[in-house]
């Protein structure tokens, strides 16, 4: 059994280290605060148990705007001024939040057009939550208004340790049809496209005489009578996406210039929020903060953390990132709100900072009585300082307190993973060969077996560099620009070993197809032709020689210089490469032509890492992940148990964070954790 001491590329690492919150020393441990909630008593109690808990960070104000400005222009500070004051006194920062993600009644009675209307016509009323337009000026001028009255107000108070604007923009409402909507369309579409000819050209309106010849005849993309244009629906979502960035920057910019240095966030949610297009958010936010929630029911929903948290690292552009929001235990919304296990809430944490989290916090505090999330787990439960919970709260508050040292260093990956929310918005348009073709499949599917490799991903905008990465992985990019693919053109012709899955290269990015044969614009880099897409029934499967089984996709593949590595030994295109490779340039190009099970592209994917120079980690044990991260002095590994046994992993060049030497094996623990350091 080799060590899991190993060296790695570093493709991208940056030095540069994030703002973070104002005052806070070591890991950041806490949640959201919710003290409205409670008579003034308890607030005490509350905060006496944070310090006993190691907290030391937490939100308040994300849901208050009603309270702290009951009338229009009339406000009343005076509760938060004392928790705030409360909160300084226990050496406990706030992250203050503007509350625009939660419009009080007053301003929808005074503008009605402040609410949201959907693609159908209707109007989507108060008594739920984040329900508005965001491109109602009424909307806009309000949250400018609330967000000035904050920083003047608190900018110089002793406990503000960061801001964290909204809450988690794009859920549940990510568009408006309203039309101030279509008027912000207008001028959207008018950046973007410059004249009418040029955006005819680009939606393609030639097509059904959908030819504009006013600006004022465009609207969004509302309900019709049968499938909507799909390049004026691809447009809308970034549209929508983009509006929502301008409410941000508009509250960023006031608290930056009333509250110079105190750093100004908000809440992603990487791999659930499908309406906004991370990438351009992520330069425009202080530091990058996340919310995850694990689908409870998911086999192996550990893999599905450990991806939201990769991929938000490389939102970050590989800098350490906040985990804003997760759970102690069970949630309220999903169909069954399966409880945590003992061990499994500080399992879930250090894995997040494993893969560069520097603050692990929670939704929320202290569990709600009432209101729509009064089932919600909380760091306090309602069963108090006697429950499990509580106790693993306590624990974990200590576990972060002994990883001070870590904070600010980097995470090492071995691969790099194409991600792009544009490509996942066309792919999943109406009218595509299949219903069945899903965009976080293909993704998760490579990913678990990267992850089971014990493999650790970055995650790649289409189009940046590539350079240091000896494998790239291209699960879906059926939306494939000009210039992506000649990235991933010059990275193989470089020497880079490159894999991409069906229905990729397919269109630019108007949603018209690159001309020729499929695979489009990626042809070239990998030497195949594409002479029909043959989506399979549904239950259908074809089988592959080998033995293996794919089923949703299959196609007619000629080869233009590319070897058949595996072929269809039945189905519409039996006898034909399904697995293709392709010496290009210096390098080598995978084609996966078809939906495989895992035990098919299992193999294939371990043939590219070894056509990459990449040494799957075949000898540690299964459902363990070994993840490392290293700072200025030196160098951290992660090991995380997800079994239900103890395991044993070669430690040789490692010591424990105390210093002592952990000899040749480290033993963890049944569901347990393990750092170390590298010697």
């Not at 006194?89 to 949201?116: F, K, Q, S």
């Not at 569990?367 to 009064?374: D, I, P, Q, V």
Request: glycine share 10%; with cysteine.
């Amino acid at each position: 059994m080799g060590s899991v001491v190993r060296g790695r590329a570093v493709p991208g690492l940056r030095a540069d280290a994030p703002p973070t919150p104002v005052g806070i020393d070591g890991m950041v441990f806490g949640g959201d605060y919710n003290p409205e909630q409670w008579p003034e008593h308890v607030w005490l109690e509350d905060v006496e148990l944070m310090r006993r808990a190691g907290v030391n960070l937490v939100s308040v104000g994300i849901h208050s705007w009603a309270l702290l400005e009951p009338r229009p222009g009339e406000h009343d500070f005076g509760w938060l001024d004392r928790l705030l004051d409360l909160l300084n006194g226990a050496g406990i920062g706030a992250n203050l939040a503007t509350p625009t993600v939660a419009p009080p009644a007053w301003l929808y009675r005074a503008h009605p057009d402040v609410r949201p209307v959907d693609h159908n016509g209707v109007v989507l009323e108060l008594g739920s939550r984040a329900t508005f337009c965001p491109s109602a000026p009424a909307y806009r001028a309000a949250a400018l208004g609330i967000t000035t009255a904050l920083a003047e107000r608190y900018a110089e108070h002793p406990a503000l340790a960061m801001w964290h604007v909204h809450n988690e923009y794009g859920a549940p409402v990510g568009s408006c049809y309203c039309p101030e909507s279509a008027a912000a369309f207008r001028r959207w579409l008018r950046r973007r496209h410059g004249d009418l000819a040029t955006l005819n050209s680009a939606w393609g309106t030639t097509f059904w005489g959908q030819r504009y010849g006013e600006w004022e005849e465009v609207e969004p993309p509302r309900t019709s009578g049968t499938t909507v244009n799909p390049a004026q629906r691809l447009d809308f979502l970034r549209f929508c996406s983009d509006e929502l960035l301008d409410c941000f920057r508009a509250e960023r910019d006031v608290l930056h210039e009333r509250s110079p240095g105190v750093p100004v966030t908000t809440n992603f949610m990487t791999t659930n929020c499908k309406s906004i297009d991370y990438w351009r958010w992520a330069s425009e936010v202080d530091v990058v903060a996340n919310d995850h929630y694990l689908t409870a029911e998911a086999d192996r929903n550990h893999v599905d953390l450990a991806m939201s948290a990769d991929l938000t690292r490389s939102v970050a552009g590989g800098r350490p990132w906040m985990l804003m929001e997760h759970s102690t235990s069970a949630v309220n919304w999903q169909p069954r709100n399966v409880a945590k296990r003992p061990g499994e809430m500080v399992r879930n944490s250090v894995t997040h900072v494993a893969r560069g989290a520097d603050a692990v916090m929670f939704f929320q505090w202290r569990a709600s009585r009432f209101g729509a999330e009064k089932f919600h787990s909380a760091m306090l439960p309602h069963s108090g300082t006697r429950s499990r919970v509580w106790h693993d709260v306590v624990r974990l508050g200590g576990h972060l307190a002994g990883l001070e040292e870590l904070r600010g260093s980097l995470v090492l990956a071995d691969v790099a993973v194409l991600w792009d929310w544009e490509s996942w918005w066309a792919l999943e348009l109406d009218w595509r060969p299949s219903s069945e073709l899903d965009y976080r499949d293909r993704v998760g599917a490579f990913y678990e077996l990267l992850w089971d490799a014990h493999l650790t991903v970055d995650f790649v905008r289409p189009g940046t560099g590539l350079d240091g990465y000896p494998l790239v992985v291209v699960p879906s990019l059926y939306l494939t620009t000009p210039a992506a693919a000649a990235v991933l053109t010059e990275y193989v012709r470089g020497g880079g070993t490159l894999v991409v899955s069906y229905f990729s290269g397919i269109v630019d990015a108007n949603d018209t197809v690159h001309p020729g044969p499929f695979p489009g614009a990626l042809r070239e880099v990998l030497g195949v032709e594409v002479e029909e897409v043959l989506p399979l029934r549904a239950g259908e499967r074809v089988l592959l020689d080998g033995g293996a089984h794919a089923d949703t996709w299959a196609e007619e593949v000629l080869l233009t210089g590319a070897e058949s590595v595996v072929r269809y030994v039945d189905g519409p295109s039996a006898g034909g490469p399904a697995v293709t490779r392709h010496r290009f340039g210096a390098g080598i190009a995978w084609y996966v032509s078809t939906r495989m099970d895992t035990a098919a592209l299992g193999p294939v994917l371990h043939d590219a890492c070894v056509d990459a120079g990449i040494d799957p980690r075949v000898d540690l044990p299964a459902d363990v992940e070994v993840v490392r991260r290293a700072g200025a002095d030196a160098e951290y590994l992660f090991v995380v148990n997800h079994n239900d046994h103890a395991v044993r992993v070669d430690a040789r060049g490692t010591e424990l964070l105390s210093g002592r030497t952990c000899g040749p094996d480290l033993l963890v623990a049944p569901g347990g954790v393990a750092v170390v350091r590298v010697t």
